[in-house]
């Protein structure tokens, strides 16, 4: 559900962003609404980029230090283990 939000302006910055929601053809409110929603998603952009990264860099450092424990108290079995006792 989308929500109503009030913002002010000086007259002159009003008067430019009336001027290019025209050229785009929305309203002031529809040029603005898309400014932040682009914002938001660049920003969410960026962050999972730079989490992606940091996983590329780390994942070998955490998977050695502590492992990779999809069921916590559970037995641990090994990769080669698990193959082994499928076969």
Aim: no cysteine.
């Amino acid at each position: 559900m989308a929500k109503q939000t009030n913002i002010r302006l000086d007259d002159e910055i009003r008067a430019a962003a009336e001027e290019r929601a025209k050229r785009r053809g929305l309203s002031l409110q529809g040029y603005l609404a898309d400014l932040i929603e682009q914002d938001v998603n660049e920003s969410r952009a960026a962050f999972m980029a730079g989490a992606q990264a940091f996983i590329a860099s780390y994942a070998s450092a955490f998977e050695e230090e502590f492992g990779e424990d999809r069921y916590p108290g559970l037995p641990t079995v090994t990769a080669h283990e698990a193959t082994r006792d499928a076969a």
